[in-house]
């Protein structure tokens, strides 16, 4: 079936870029999303790419998507202290008992002073 | 305010009683999900609706019941709480894009 990878954390120090991966199975994918939740907090929509695109830009966020290779990863440039969260890949589908969307483990982001 | 609101927020509870969780939404959309998260396993998929008239079980449907009152409306229930259903619980809802708005969660212990 379906299924959404990342790794599970990612150390940074603060001002570096950080780069969190993720691989998906899903080739007939429409979207892929990138949700980030802070501590005690619900999933907050960061960003999306299209599949039909190889890159998005918003402000200090990168997507980079390999359609070929179905790997997905989000930069973060300049991390600061504020980004520290779990970060998590999904991917869409469409009916099935996961819904329309399937979600990876979460990347656990820690930025250090 | 919020567009997607849950309530409460916090509950604990005991071994056997029935529990009701419930989700309301300001975003006019027809979609809306249960799931529950776990430290390590992520975000499971416990029943989706894409309407009023439309209910459909995810991954861990067992042990839950659900019930969607009007489009604004989507509430949880476990009619006979077990430990193991202690976990952080989450509403979303979508249009027909597909993403996903999420609400603030509900912790749940069972005793």
């Known amino acids: 079936g379906e299924d959404v990878e990342q790794s599970l954390f990612l150390s940074v120090r603060e001002g570096d870029s950080s780069v969190i991966n993720c691989t998906y199975t899903d080739s007939s994918s429409t979207y892929l999303y990138w949700y980030k939740q802070e501590p005690g907090a619900g999933l907050q929509l960061l960003t999306y790419i299209f599949s039909n695109m190889d890159m998005k830009q918003d402000q200090r966020l990168t997507v980079l998507l390999n359609k070929k290779d179905k790997h997905l990863s989000l930069r973060i440039a300049d991390t600061q202290t504020g980004d520290s969260a779990i970060y998590f890949c999904a991917e869409t589908n469409y009916g099935g008992s996961q819904g329309n969307l399937i979600f990876g483990k979460g990347t656990k982001l820690s930025v250090k002073p | 305010d919020a567009d997607v609101t849950q309530t409460p927020r916090n509950r604990i509870t005991k071994t056997g009683k029935r529990i009701m969780l419930e989700c309301s939404q300001t975003?006019?959309?027809?979609?809306m999900y249960w799931y529950r998260q776990d430290p390590g396993l992520g975000l499971r998929l416990i029943y989706y609706s894409f309407d009023v008239k439309d209910i459909n079980k995810g991954e861990i449907s067992d042990g839950y019941s659900v019930s969607r009152q009007a489009q604004a409306k989507f509430s949880l229930s476990l009619e006979s709480a077990i430990p193991n259903q202690t976990a952080l619980y989450f509403c979303?809802?979508?249009?027909?894009?597909?993403?996903?708005?999420f609400g603030p969660g509900t912790r749940l212990t069972v005793l």
């Open positions: 975003k006019g959309h027809d979609r």
């Open positions: 979303a809802t979508s249009d027909l894009s597909d993403t996903q708005y």
